[in-house]
């Protein structure tokens, strides 16, 4: 079989470039997404100069983001939030449902359909763990280890929240399935899931001191319990992986699974980044900069201040504005939120390339703002 050497070429090329944009935005004190969304761009259609092969890349970000919410539902451990930050337990999915009901009813206002107005709310509600993980560990960062913790734990409740909304959301906007089909495909992947949960960890276990054959099966195990998310319930893929990871995260062995997740999930969450960055369509985006003003607007209203006043409310012991701050930006789930709605004709294109470069807007705007708003800098570097 000849193996065809411009995709390859194609490939490393794109990860070169990444690579040094990444590096080019640390040095001016800016976080490496923005370099790679600036590479996507760079690359894409709809500016001059060379053109990546989109769907090869595509489809690797696309793995990317399954590996990547695949691990995000393993690092969950809901008892020790429980125990350690009783206050997140309420104060986070509450953010998450009344940002979402906030937003989609000014979505509605504003001319978006009911289930398009939902998606975009929903993709407001929720903030991006590959973000929140980076500034966390920013070796620039001013961030107590308190509010580090509150960060982490009130991304992955909105998270589990989100990924609840978003099953009756789906359920109830496809036009694809009538809601009882799509109610039993739900209860049905939950039964996998909770299958997937028994089996899982203990075929990892047997095969811990397999390391080869241990990392295959765990990239595997993510992949197929997302791939039968999406088929049997009708779920995007990324959130039926991060149902996935959920189901085995009180495996002792998935803290394992983890580890060696992490170089894969790291080097494909890039090509995720530089996928959205080919997506944004700068002709789309002039016509669409009202709705830009309009979603980054209601990110600063419905989650910013609403996560400022619950934080003192459920009495963390993070730093409100920071912790607010921290949370200000979307990500992973917004983008497949709104490219389901793409798909489902609820979301026009515009809008569209409104959400993508408010990813980027917010993304920049929470990494750099959270170190101005910091009481002290960080002594060791992580």
């Known amino acids: ?59 690797l970000a696309d793995v990317g983001v399954v590996l990547l919410l695949f691990e ?3 690092e969950v451990d809901l008892g020790r939030l429980r125990r350690e930050h009783s206050g997140l337990v309420w104060a ?5 449902i009344l940002t979402t009901a906030l937003a989609t009813a000014a979505g509605i206002v504003a001319g978006l359909s009911p289930f398009g107005a939902g998606l975009i709310g929903l993709g407001i509600a929720l903030s991006s763990s590959v973000v929140i993980v980076n500034i966390t560990r920013s070796r620039r960062r001013r961030t107590t280890r308190e509010t580090e913790e509150a960060l982490l734990g009130w991304s992955v409740l909105q998270d589990v929240t989100g990924v609840a909304i978003a099953i009756v959301l789906l ?4 036009s694809e399935r009538p809601l009882p089909v799509a109610l039993a495909g739900v209860v049905a992947y939950a039964a996998i899931a909770i299958g997937a ?33 999406a088929l049997v319930a009708g779920m ?19 803290a394992e699974a983890r580890r060696r997740l992490l170089p894969f999930r790291d080097l494909l969450a890039v090509l995720f980044f530089v996928a959205i960055g080919t997506l944004i369509d700068p002709g789309a985006l002039g016509r669409g900069a009202g709705w830009v003003v309009f979603i980054v607007a209601l990110i600063v209203v419905t989650k910013v201040a609403l996560a400022y006043v619950l934080s003192r409310l459920a009495k963390l012991r993070a730093q409100p504005v920071q912790l607010a701050v921290g949370l200000g930006q979307i990500g992973e789930f917004s983008f497949v939120l ?24 917010t993304i920049v705007a929470s990494t750099v703002l959270v170190r101005m708003v910091g009481d002290r800098p960080v002594e060791s570097a992580a």
Do not use: C, K, N
């Open 92 to 96: 986070a999915p509450l953010q998450a």
């Open 171 to 174: 359920a109830g906007g496809s």
């Open 236 to 254: 995007p893929l990324a959130l039926a992986a991060f149902v996935a990871g959920l189901a085995i995260t009180e495996s002792p062995d998935a």
């Open 338 to 361: 709104a490219s389901v709605g793409v798909a489902a004709g609820a979301i026009a294109a515009e809008v569209y390339a409104a959400v993508l470069a408010s990813v980027a807007i």
């Open 72 to 74: 995000v539902g393993i």
């Open 1 to 59: 079989m000849e193996i065809s050497a411009r995709p390859i070429l194609e490939l490393g090329s794109v990860l070169l470039l990444a690579a040094a944009a990444g590096w080019l935005a640390r040095r001016v004190h800016l976080p490496a997404v923005v370099g790679y969304l600036a590479v996507g761009l760079a690359i894409s259609p709809f500016t001059p100069g060379f053109v990546a092969d989109r769907p090869q890349l595509q489809l």
């Open 197 to 229: 949960a028994w089996l899982l960890p203990r075929i990892l276990r047997g095969l811990r001191d397999d390391h080869d054959l241990f990392l295959i099966v765990s990239v595997a195990g993510g992949l197929a319990i997302a791939g039968i998310g």
